[in-house]
C-alpha cells in the first residue's frame, strides 16, 4: 500500500511503491531513473568537453578538466544533501509519520539554498588561487577561472536542481524527474552548438558554462513547479517547518559517509591532476579527463543505482520488513556484478574510438589516452560493491561505520597509491593509483559487512 494514494486503479497496478516486494525487474525500473538520470547529470560535462576539446582547443580542454573536481567539490553538497535528505524522508515515511517527512523536505531545502549561495561565494575567491595551485600554466589559467566563474554562479540552481531529483523519487515520480532529465539532456546538446561552435556565437569555455547552467536552471523550475503545484498529493510539499539541529546532527552523522566520498573523490581528482601534470602535463590532464568521461558512466551506473534503491531500503528498514530488505540486498549484489562485467569488458573494446571522438586530431594525445583506457577500467571490476555497501550501510543507520569505511577508500588508499604507484611505475602508476584504492577497500568494506549480516535477519 502507498502512502501516496493519488492514483486511479489501473495507474496503482503498474505503479512502483516503496512497499512492494521487489523482483529484479522491478528494482531495474525502480532504479532506471535514478540511473540515466546521473547519466544525464554526466553527460553535461560530456557534451561540454566535445565541443571545447574539438572547437575551442586541447589547451582549454585541459584547463576545463584541470578546474573541474575543484567545482565539483563545491556541487557535491547537492548530492550529498538529496541522498542525506531523500534517506531521511524515506524513513520518516516508513515509519507512517507523514506531517515529520513534509517537515525535512522543507527544512533540507532551505538548508540548500542558503548553503549553496555561501558555498558560491567561497569559490569565486578561491577559484583562481587553486587553480594556479592545480599547476595550470599561464595558457590554461584564464580558461580556468573563466569557466569555473561561470559554473559556480550557476551553483545554487545545480545544488537544487540534484537534491529535487532525489526527492521527485522519494515521491515516486522516477518517471517524470527522468522526463525532464532527458529533456535537459537533449538541450544542452543543441546550446553547446550554439554557444560553442566557431560557426555560431563562439564563445569558447564561457560558452560551454552557460549552456550547462541554464539546462540546470530550468530542470531545477520545472521540478520545483510540480512540488508546488495541484497535481503534488504527497507529504512532501512546503509547510511551516524549523531548524531541527538534532535531526540534521543524525543526518549527517548518518549520511557521512557519502558526504565524504563525494567530496573526497573530488580532492583525489585534483591530486590526479597535479601528478599527471607532474608526469605527463597538459597533455596528462587532457588524457585523464577524457578517461572520466567514461568513468562518470561506470558511477552513475553504481551510484544511480545505490541512490536510487536506498530509499527502498531505508524504507523497508524503518517498517522493520527484514525479509524484503534479504531480498533487495542479495538481488542488488547479483545485477551490479553483472553490469560491472558486461561495462568494463564494453568500454575497454571501445577504448581508442571513444578516445578518438575527443582527441582524434592530436595522434599523440590519442595514444596516451587509449592506453590510460585500459588501464583505469580495471578497478571499476569492483567498486560496484564498495559504492553499493556504503549506500546499504547508511540506509540502515550506520553512519559511522559507513563514513570510516568510506573514508579509507576514498581518502586514504587512493592517497598512499596515487603517491607511491608512481615512484614505482611512473605515468603507469597514477593510471593504476584507482586499482590499488579499489581493491583494498573491497577487502576492508567486504569484512565490515560480514559484521553486519545480521541487520537482515
Known amino acids: 500500500m502507498s502512502y501516496y494514494n493519488y492514483n486511479s486503479p489501473s495507474e496503482q497496478s503498474d505503479k512502483i511503491q516503496l512497499s512492494d516486494h521487489f523482483s529484479h525487474k522491478r528494482l531495474v525500473r525502480f532504479a532506471a531513473p535514478s540511473i540515466i538520470m ?10 561540454d568537453g566535445f565541443f571545447v576539446s574539438n572547437y575551442v582547443g586541447k589547451t582549454a580542454f585541459a584547463a576545463v578538466n584541470l578546474i573541474l573536481p575543484f567545482l565539483q567539490i563545491i556541487g557535491g553538497m547537492g548530492v550529498i544533501l538529496g541522498a542525506d535528505g531523500s534517506t531521511l524522508i524515506a524513513r520518516a515515511l516508513g515509519a507512517g509519520e507523514k506531517d515529520k517527512a513534509g517537515r525535512y523536505f522543507t527544512m533540507t531545502m532551505i538548508i540548500t539554498l542558503i548553503g549553496g549561495l555561501l558555498f558560491t561565494v567561497v569559490g569565486l575567491i578561491a577559484l583562481r588561487p587553486i587553480a594556479y595551485l592545480l599547476g595550470a600554466t599561464e595558457e590554461m589559467i584564464e580558461d580556468c577561472v573563466s569557466y569555473g566563474s561561470i559554473c559556480l554562479i550557476f551553483n545554487t540552481v545545480y545544488l537544487a536542481q540534484r537534491v529535487l531529483e532525489e526527492y521527485l523519487i522519494v515521491a515516486e515520480k522516477p518517471r517524470f524527474a527522468l522526463k525532464i532529465m532527458l529533456i535537459a539532456g537533449v538541450a544542452n546538446i543543441f546550446l553547446d552548438l550554439i554557444f560553442v561552435h566557431p560557426a555560431f556565437l563562439n564563445m569558447g569555455v564561457v560558452g560551454a558554462a552557460i549552456s550547462t547552467g541554464i539546462c540546470e536552471l530550468a530542470t531545477a523550475v520545472v521540478a520545483l513547479s510540480w512540488f ?12 511551516p ?27 583525489i581528482g585534483l591530486l590526479y591532476n597535479m601528478q599527471l601534470m607532474r608526469y605527463a602535463g597538459e597533455d596528462g590532464v587532457a588524457a585523464y ?3 572520466m568521461y567514461v568513468s562518470f558512466l561506470f558511477t552513475a551506473v553504481f551510484s544511480g543505482y545505490s541512490v536510487g534503491t536506498s530509499p527502498i531500503m531505508g524504507y523497508h528498514y ?61 578497478p571499476y571490476l569492483v567498486m560496484w560493491f564498495n559504492i553499493y555497501l556504503s549506500a546499504v550501510f547508511t540506509a540502515l543507520d550506520k553512519g559511522p561505520m559507513a563514513a570510516v569505511l568510506t573514508a579509507f ?10 603517491i607511491v604507484m608512481p615512484m614505482l611505475l611512473d605515468l603507469d602508476g597514477v593510471w593504476l593509483a584507482l586499482t590499488g584504492a579499489e581493491v583494498m577497500a573491497f577487502v576492508v568494506i567486504g569484512i565490515a559487512f560480514l559484521t553486519q549480516k545480521h541487520k537482515f535477519r
Do not use: Q
Request: with cysteine; proline share 2%; charged share 15%.
Open 38 to 47: 546521473m547519466i544525464c547529470t554526466s553527460i553535461f560535462g560530456v557534451v
Open 228 to 239: 508546488i503545484s495541484r497535481h503534488n498529493r504527497t507529504p512532501l510539499r512546503f509547510r
Open 241 to 267: 517547518t524549523r531548524l531541527e539541529w538534532n535531526v540534521l546532527r543524525r543526518a549527517g552523522i548518518t549520511g557521512s559517509a557519502d558526504t565524504i566520498s563525494s567530496l573526497s573523490a573530488s580532492v
Open 289 to 291: 579527463g577524457v578517461v
Open 318 to 378: 524503518g517498517a522493520g520488513n527484514r525479509a524484503e530488505m534479504r531480498n533487495v540486498l542479495k538481488k542488488s549484489l547479483t545485477m551490479l556484478a553483472g553490469a560491472a562485467g558486461v561495462l568494463v569488458v564494453i568500454i575497454s573494446l571501445l577504448a581508442r574510438p571513444f578516445s578518438a571522438i575527443f582527441v582524434g586530431y592530436d595522434w599523440k594525445l590519442l595514444e596516451l589516452t587509449t592506453r590510460a583506457f585500459v588501464l583505469c577500467m580495471i
Open 409 to 418: 577508500r576514498v581518502i586514504v588508499f587512493p592517497v598512499v597509491c596515487i
